[in-house]
Nanobody, 124 residues
């Protein structure tokens, strides 16, 4: 089992930045690929970014590519999502997820463990 807790969300003006953190506990975090997903009001949850166990492979949704960076620190059992040049359409609840596999994937159903989410609100 892996327990995940997100933090770092909040209210920010358009053009601003936020860094989300995902703290993991339980089984060895370094064995798990990690993904970030988001869900806006009235919309389905969607993929944002993913990173492999080593950090050597990353994937990004087109909507955040070039504005966001996913990273991890296995010594701290923590993953991060740095988001820059935020837009109102980035407003959503952001979820961290981990899978029982070292390979990153954009497929939501491939993730086994989920956090409770952190709210990101971008004002125009």
């Amino acid at each position: 089992q892996v327990q995940l807790v997100e933090s770092g969300g909040g209210l920010v003006q358009a053009g601003g930045s936020l860094r989300l953190s995902c703290a993991a506990s339980g089984r060895t975090f370094s064995d798990n690929a990690v993904g970030w997903f988001r869900q806006a009001p009235g919309k389905e949850r969607e993929f944002v970014a993913a990173i492999s166990w080593s950090g050597g492979t990353t994937f990004y949704a087109d909507s955040v590519k070039g504005r966001s960076t996913i990273a991890r620190d296995n010594a701290k059992n923590t993953a991060y999502l740095q988001m820059n040049s935020l837009k109102p359409e980035d407003t959503a609840v952001y979820y961290c997820a981990a899978r029982s596999d070292f390979r990153a994937t954009i497929i939501e159903s491939a993730y086994d463990y989920w956090g409770q989410g952190t709210q990101v609100t971008v004002s125009s």
